[in-house]
């Protein structure tokens, strides 16, 4: 399961596939989000990294 860093909403990615490096945008709290890794799948706020 893959949570969203910022509100630890469950993104339900199972069966989606998607690429290090693209973004995506949690449907709860609408931060943007980084594939950081494919397996497994994991996510990290684009801010932070900027920052
Ligand atoms: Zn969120």
């Known amino acids: ?3 969203c860093p910022a509100c630890q909403a469950d ?3 199972d069966g ?3 690429d ?3 973004t995506i945008h949690c ?3 609408a931060e943007e989000l980084r ?3 494919s397996e497994p ?3 990290k706020a684009v801010d932070e990294e900027e920052g």
Do not use: I, N
């Open 1 to 3: 399961m893959t949570r």
């Open 41 to 43: 799948m994991a996510v």
């Open 20 to 22: 290090v490096g693209e």
């Open 27 to 29: 449907p709860e709290c």
């Open 11 to 13: 993104l339900e990615l």
């Open 16 to 18: 989606y596939e998607l």
């Open 35 to 37: 594939v950081v890794s």
